[in-house]
């Protein structure tokens, strides 16, 4: 085991390296420079040609490729030419934590949908639960996502006034406060990482001090119960919640969009996975010694079924850093993907190849966990 994951982080730093440079050679080719945005009859050749040697666009490509590698391997992403003098790693800061609430939730929102609705459909194969829950799965997941987001909002944000069109505040409520949006998300997210910590250490630690079912789901709903209680309060002493109550309000909208418009992916894996697995000796097994099928369900075929969906919530859980580029544009969301269009748009390949290798490390490391994940939940595999 220990062989295998040296041997793969040395893949991932190979192909990491690759990546870079594909990506910088790519947008190389792109026609034009960051001076395109300063083109005008007032504005003298020379002055644009002092432009190009300021930002350093006029040496050849080789050099500039040189230049960039080395300072990559410093982690110094070089300054956003659009921003100067930000620098890029300033405004992934800046950009990150708004992509990672909005797609992480939505993320977990539709992979735990279609989890749930996979197995019970799976179990309940040729009903009219199933028929009922796939075709109206299917519909949404195969609708346009821009024309579908476009009538999220006509229907719930213009005809019922329920959610706000677009941004991810209301400016007016956020006048005079003296915390950024940007500490308000970081705190969701320690928040949320708190939650889900505590959670998962109740779910391994509880089956050895619960000896029946009913008793580790007490536990578990008592301890989760008390938990948000005590963040519930916490945000309230601190007096930021009406703060993390206007971005959840702007949140909604675009959780909705992409939860139900994807969860039928995920449903439709989970169902073919289940399908498969409970045609396993073991699951007839456990039905034959006349345990519940709830639990025959969940514990027995759903724990095995699982795995294609480690596999793809992984992937999913990775690529949300790069943000979705048209659920972004769509409701004005200022995260990851929108500064990657518009950077794409005024030749910041700084920005750009910043925002393109952040992403890219951290997929090819999810690539990694999803191996020794699977290793993890499934004891038949080894290395």
Do not use: C
Request: aromatic fraction near 14%; charged fraction near 15%.
């Amino acid at each position: 085991m220990g062989r295998y994951v040296v041997r793969r982080i040395i893949q991932v730093v190979g192909m990491t390296f690759a990546f870079v440079t594909i990506t910088f050679l790519i947008l190389q080719a792109m026609p034009g420079d960051i001076t395109n945005l300063y083109i005008s009859p007032e504005i003298p050749p020379e002055v644009r040609q002092a432009l190009r040697e300021r930002f350093g666009v006029d040496q050849p490509v080789l050099s500039q490729y040189a230049r960039y590698i080395t300072n990559f391997l410093r982690g110094n992403l070089g300054y956003s030419f659009r921003h100067y003098p930000r620098t890029v790693w300033d405004i992934i800061r800046e950009r990150l934590p708004r992509t990672f609430v909005l797609f992480f939730t939505a993320t977990v929102g539709y992979f735990y949908l279609g989890f749930t609705l996979g197995k019970i459909i799976a179990w309940k194969r040729g009903t009219a639960l199933e028929y009922t829950t796939t075709v109206g799965g299917v519909f949404l997941y195969s609708l346009f996502l821009p024309m579908y987001a476009l009538l999220v909002i006509w229907f719930f944000a213009l005809r019922l006034g329920w959610f706000p069109v677009s941004q991810f505040i209301t400016p007016r409520l956020w006048r005079g406060v003296e915390v950024s949006s940007n500490t308000i998300f970081g705190y969701i997210i320690l928040s949320a990482a708190l939650f889900v910590a505590l959670m998962s250490l109740v779910s391994v630690y509880g089956k050895k001090y619960s000896r029946t079912r009913k008793a580790r789901r007490n536990l578990y709903w008592g301890i989760g119960g008390i938990t948000l209680g005590i963040l519930v309060t916490g945000w309230g002493i601190s007096g930021y919640a009406h703060l993390a109550a206007n971005i959840f309000h702007h949140l909604a909208l675009p959780v909705i969009t992409l939860t139900t418009g994807a969860f039928a992916g995920s449903m439709l894996l989970m169902r073919d996975s289940m399908l498969e697995t409970i045609k396993e000796d073991y699951v007839m097994a456990a039905r034959a010694k006349g345990l519940p099928d709830r639990e025959v369900r969940d514990r027995h075929a759903a724990r095995t079924a699982l795995l294609p969906m480690v596999t793809s919530f992984t992937l999913a859980i990775a690529s949300v850093l790069n943000g979705g580029i048209i659920t972004e544009n769509i409701f004005s969301w200022p995260g990851m993907g929108q500064t990657l269009v518009k950077s794409i748009q005024t030749n910041d390949w700084p920005l750009a190849l910043g925002t393109f290798a952040f992403t890219g490390i951290f997929v090819l490391f999810a690539h990694l966990a999803v191996d020794i994940l699977y290793a993890v939940l499934d004891p038949r595999i080894r290395y």
